[in-house]
């Protein structure tokens, strides 16, 4: 059973994690960490999907 909101349909790709922060392990000038913010394709880093009937099709 989904856990999520009906109404709310979270993108299967990321799982509602459009954007995932990934530490490169270097870091800025000002100390703090260098992280790259991949946006997930599927939603675009929304984390929904928008259009569920032409994105939940895929994976066949
Ligand atoms: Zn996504």
């Known amino acids: 059973m989904p856990q999520h909101a009906s109404n709310t ?16 392990g270097t870091r800025h000038a ?4 260098a992280t790259l913010r991949v ?7 929304t984390g929904h999907t928008t ?3 032409a994105l939940a099709r895929t994976g066949r």
């Open 9 to 24: 349909r979270v993108c299967r790709d990321c799982d509602g994690f459009a954007t995932a922060a990934i530490t490169t």
């Open 51 to 53: 259009a569920p009937g």
């Open 39 to 45: 946006a997930c394709p599927a939603c675009k880093g």
């Open 30 to 33: 000002d100390g703090s960490r």
